[in-house]
C-alpha cells in the first residue's frame, strides 16, 4: 500500500518529533561514547552493554600489560625507599640498638 503525499508529510512529521536526532546521537557519542550512550539512545542495548564489557575487557588487558612492565621499576623504588629508611634508622641507633649520641 502505497502513502499518498499528505501521508507521507504526517510520518515525516511524526519522525522529526518522536525519532531519533542525529546531533543528539552524535553528542552522546562524542562526549559519552565511552559509557555506549549513543547506542543506548538509538535502542541498541545489547551492543551497548557488549561494547562496555569489550572496552573494559580490552583496556583491563592493556593495563595488566602496562603493570607487568612497570612492576620491575615499582619494586625497585619501594627497596630503595625501604632501604634508606633501614639506613637512616641504623645511623641513629646503631647495631647494638642503643641510640647513639652525636
Same mark, same amino acid.
Given at each position: 500500500m502505497a502513502l499518498d503525499l499528505v501521508e507521507k508529510i504526517y510520518v515525516e $512529521?511524526?519522525? $522529526?518529533?518522536?525519532g531519533p536526532s542525529m546531533? /543528539? $546521537?552524535?553528542f552522546f557519542w562524542l562526549f559519552l561514547g565511552v559509557v555506549? $550512550?549513543?547506542r543506548f539512545y538509538l535502542g541498541k /542495548? =545489547? /551492543?551497548a552493554i557488549l561494547q562496555i564489557v569489550?572496552? +573494559?575487557f580490552v %583496556? =583491563?588487558?592493556?593495563?595488566w600489560v602496562i603493570d607487568g612492565i612497570l612492576t620491575y621499576g615499582l619494586v625497585r623504588?619501594?627497596?630503595?625507599? *625501604?632501604r634508606r629508611r633501614l639506613a637512616a634508622? +641504623?645511623?641513629? *641507633? =646503631?647495631?647494638? =640498638? %642503643?641510640?647513639? *649520641?652525636p
Open positions: $512529521a511524526r519522525l $522529526a518529533n518522536e546531533p /543528539t $546521537a552524535y555506549s $550512550a549513543h /542495548t =545489547g /551492543t569489550s572496552y +573494559l %583496556v =583491563g588487558i592493556i593495563w623504588a619501594r627497596q630503595d625507599e *625501604v634508622d +641504623l645511623e641513629l *641507633v =646503631g647495631t647494638s =640498638g %642503643v641510640p647513639r *649520641v
